[in-house]
């Protein structure tokens, strides 16, 4: 495709509405995991999440295709997932005393962003390259715009999260939901799924994602509350 082919600019449209539409994931994820850190390193927390989250999906870009088809790859990263939106729903066990370091607290955020964007970046990457028509510049395109989406997505979550805590809920919710669904679609698991019940058994195990990190994240936190006393 050519800058003058209409293709090309119905691709470049595509493109920017994919990355409005699964930018939101990764700043979810990068939100959630930056919220304990001190207000001076929020923002770099927030860069260096955006910087994993691009590079991941430029890896995965010459990988994706092998990736995706090979059985358990998305079961397990969709049982990572769920044990990232679990921790992220723990406890409060350092109110904010500043026991651990704060370099240690960055580093650790930008684990889990890594960890968690290197589950997701794998779909990201299919629709972009899909949207893309084979068009290396449209796929570059496509990585760059991403930047901004997710840095911005970040920031706006991050401030909604001082303000309404339950969010923090919410997006290990989406987490848990994303996962349920990755582990659906796994090659090993669709082999037995009907083409015709293959949409309902997709959304019924996102649901069951979702509401399962909510429990057991509710189960955890209820724990650690109990166990406090008997530490102290």
């Known amino acids: 495709m050519t800058v003058d082919d209409p293709a090309f600019w119905l691709a470049v449209v595509q493109i920017i509405w994919i990355d409005l539409l699964l930018s939101g994931d990764n700043a979810v994820v990068i939100a959630l995991a930056c919220r304990k850190l001190p207000p001076q390193q929020r923002a770099w927390g927030i860069a260096l999440g955006t910087l994993v989250a691009i590079a991941l999906r430029v890896v995965f870009t010459g990988l994706v295709t092998t990736l995706m088809t090979m059985p358990y790859v998305k079961l397990i990263g969709g049982l990572l997932l769920i044990w990232i939106a679990i921790k992220l729903l723990g406890g409060e066990e350092n109110n904010g005393e500043g026991e651990v370091e704060s370099s240690t607290n960055l580093w650790q955020a930008v684990k889990i962003i890594a960890i968690a964007d290197a589950v997701?970046?794998?779909?990201?990457?299919?629709?972009?390259?899909?949207?893309?028509r084979g068009s290396y510049a449209l796929l570059m395109f496509g990585l760059a715009v991403s930047i901004p989406l997710i840095m911005a997505g970040a920031a706006i979550v991050m401030a909604l999260l001082e303000r309404l805590p339950v969010i923090v809920w919410a997006g290990a919710a989406l987490l848990g939901w994303i996962a349920g669904e990755i582990i659906s679609k796994d090659p090993a698991i669709a082999v037995y799924i009907a083409p015709a019940m293959a949409h309902t058994i997709h959304i019924a195990a996102a649901a069951f994602g979702a509401i399962f990190v909510l429990v057991f994240g509710l189960l955890r936190r209820r724990w650690q509350r109990r166990s406090a006393p008997d530490e102290a």
């Open 120 to 132: 997701m970046s794998l779909d990201n990457v299919i629709a972009i390259a899909m949207a893309a």
